[in-house]
């Protein structure tokens, strides 16, 4: 925070030694995510690094808001782990059971094992393709090793293994595919979701504050109008923002897959308004706007656009689009 109080060179130096700082105080495996910038609402002493902040305070906004989420996404990490600890050790349980003598010498073979365990370890690893990291501590495990009876111990039972297989390759990814994504399209988020509203996803997912004048920009006075831009603002205005709301629910139901309509259907679509094959050619360069093959809801928006200009209206279909379209 406040690092708007020192230039880009110092901050560069302080950023560092703080990463290195929380490398050596925090144990997790996770690389540790420092966000930079002057977190209040007075503008910037310094501007040197403006839109470094601004861009950091977005992410942190983002970040906060799919929170929720990530906590999520690590409990399950956690119980992946355990659960795979749980498998080794029931492996390194089933193997010292089934190497111990049925009636004489016990003690003398489980000290054996015992002193034997880094190659106990390597022979279940290799047999059962192991990770490394899912072993104990042999030092730990020993000593614990030392107050038990290896004679005592369960045998390994094939069916108890298989469920936890199948929990790590079944049931973890479809727990996580039931998680909310900010990659999944409005539809898969409806199912998640169930009666939850999701926002059209032309607006912003993840509310945060307009402060243009924060960061030493001209404060954009229309940003937050529910009525969009004027006519005058050529950059930013849309002549199509009302059918876009109007259209999305049947883009929507026509099934986009991650947002995007695939030529087929957006061809089989176009078909079906009865115009001329030379027509929907052109419809479909204009509003195939970045020539992908395929058209998001702006695009589809501009093709509907069209279509109903040249049935309607009875106009030509345009050699350009005009700037208030595209």
């Known amino acids: 925070n406040k690092a708007d109080q020192i230039d880009r060179q110092q901050l560069m130096r302080v950023y560092g030694a703080l990463l290195w700082s929380l490398g050596k105080t925090m144990s997790s495996p996770e690389v540790a995510r420092v966000y930079v910038g002057s977190f209040w609402e007075e503008p910037l002493k310094n501007m040197d690094n403006a839109d470094l902040f601004e861009m950091e305070e977005k992410d942190l906004m ?12 690590r409990k399950i990490n956690e119980l992946v782990k355990r659960i795979r600890k749980v498998k080794t050790l029931s492996y390194i349980i089933g193997h010292l059971k089934s190497q111990m003598p049925a009636l004489m010498g016990k003690e003398k073979k489980q000290q054996k094992l015992i002193e034997d ?5 390597r022979t279940i690893m290799k047999k059962n393709n192991l990770s490394p990291g899912d072993f104990p501590d042999i030092a730990k495990f020993t000593g614990k090793l030392k107050d038990t009876k290896f004679a005592e111990f369960h045998a390994l ?19 996580m595919e039931d998680l909310p994504s ?12 169930g009666t939850a509203t999701v926002k059209n996803p032309d607006s912003a997912n993840v509310p945060v504050p307009n402060r243009a ?12 109008n529910p009525f969009g831009y004027g006519q005058e603002d050529e950059g930013n205005y849309w002549a199509l923002q009302d059918s876009a709301e109007r259209l999305f629910d049947g883009f929507e139901a026509l099934g986009p897959e991650g947002g995007f309509l695939a030529p087929q259907i957006a061809k089989d679509l176009l078909v079906k308004t009865g115009l001329e094959k030379e027509q929907l050619r052109q419809i479909w360069n ?28 009875g106009k030509p279909v345009p050699d350009v689009l005009p700037m208030s379209v595209v």
Not at 160 to 175: A, F, G, K, N
Not at 286 to 293: A, E, F, M, N
């Open 62 to 73: 983002k970040d906060l808001a799919i929170l929720p989420r990530q906590s999520a996404v």
């Open 117 to 121: 365990l880094p190659n106990v370890f």
């Open 157 to 175: 039972r094939d069916d108890q293994i298989t469920m936890l297989e199948e929990c790590l390759t079944r049931d973890i990814p479809r727990l």
């Open 182 to 193: 900010e990659k999944d399209t409005p539809e898969i988020l409806r199912q998640k979701m």
């Open 213 to 224: 004048d924060k960061f030493g920009r001209k404060t954009d006075m229309d940003a937050a």
């Open 286 to 313: 204009l509003s195939d706007i970045d020539r992908d093959g395929y058209l998001d809801h702006h695009e589809y928006v501009v093709a509907m656009f069209l279509c109903d200009a040249v049935i309607q209206k």
